[in-house]
């Protein structure tokens, strides 16, 4: 079945600090793949995603690659804040399976001055 | 303003006392679905809709009853509510199985 891993937490990073949260894949097909993150208190929402192969998803200064080769799709930023400090979660989308996403189990970041 | 609504967001309830947790979408989406949030799990899919009257079981439902009614409703129903079901639960729709998914804000339940 579809499994997502991502690298344990809590990350703890000085503001301006780089930023690599790694999440890997097991799936059939050619998923979709998605970060969401969850600020404190709030539900999860869509920080980027990626479709097919290749594909480089970008928001708010974050970044992240498709890579089919290594079935990976990790989290970058090059500079983080104080407000970045939220959950980020890694998941993915397969095809055939209708509104499921297969979770990872969520990286805690926190970001000091 | 495009929005998924959860109600109540914070529930403390006792063994066995039935209750249900509404979910609302304001967006036309055709899938709406149902996740508990455990620490170390992750987000684990309890029930999905593809459509109004369609519903099927996500990887954990035991425990669990939906009914989707209605295109924007789609209410978790805890008939007899056990400790386990201890969770924070989020209601989420999307336009279709592989596409982003909008979620509520969340509720607490505590079942004593």
């Known amino acids: 079945g579809n499994s997502v891993t991502q690298m344990e937490g809590p990350v703890t990073l000085s503001e301006e600090a780089f930023l690599t949260i790694n999440c890997t894949y097991t799936?059939?097909?050619?998923?979709?793949l998605f970060w969401y993150v969850q600020y404190p208190g709030e539900g999860l929402q869509l920080l980027l995603k990626a479709t097919k192969a290749d594909d480089k998803g970008s928001n708010k200064g974050f970044e992240a690659t498709y890579r089919k080769e290594t079935t990976s799709f990790h989290l970058e930023k090059g500079s983080v804040q104080v407000s970045d400090s939220a959950v980020y979660f890694c998941?993915?989308?397969?095809?055939?399976?209708?509104?499921?996403?297969?979770f990872g189990t969520g990286t805690r970041l926190q970001v000091t001055l | 303003e495009a929005q998924v609504t959860q109600n109540p967001r914070y529930l403390i309830t006792v063994t066995g006392k039935k209750l249900t947790v509404t979910c609302s979408q304001n967006?036309?989406?055709?899938?709406m679905s149902w996740y508990r949030q455990d620490p170390g799990l992750g987000l684990r899919q309890i029930y999905y809709s593809m459509n109004v009257e369609v519903t099927d079981k996500g990887d954990v439902p035991e425990g669990y009853k939906v009914s989707r009614k209605e295109k924007r409703n789609f209410p978790l129903i805890l008939e007899s509510p056990s400790p386990n079901q201890t969770s924070l639960y989020f209601c989420?729709?999307?336009?279709?199985?592989?596409?982003?998914?909008?979620f509520g804000p969340g509720t607490r339940l505590l079942v004593l």
């Open positions: 967006m036309n989406h055709e899938y």
């Open positions: 799936a059939t097909g050619y998923p979709s």
């Open positions: 998941a993915l989308s397969s095809t055939g399976t209708a509104s499921k996403l297969t």
């Open positions: 989420a729709s999307s336009t279709g199985g592989r596409e982003t998914q909008y």
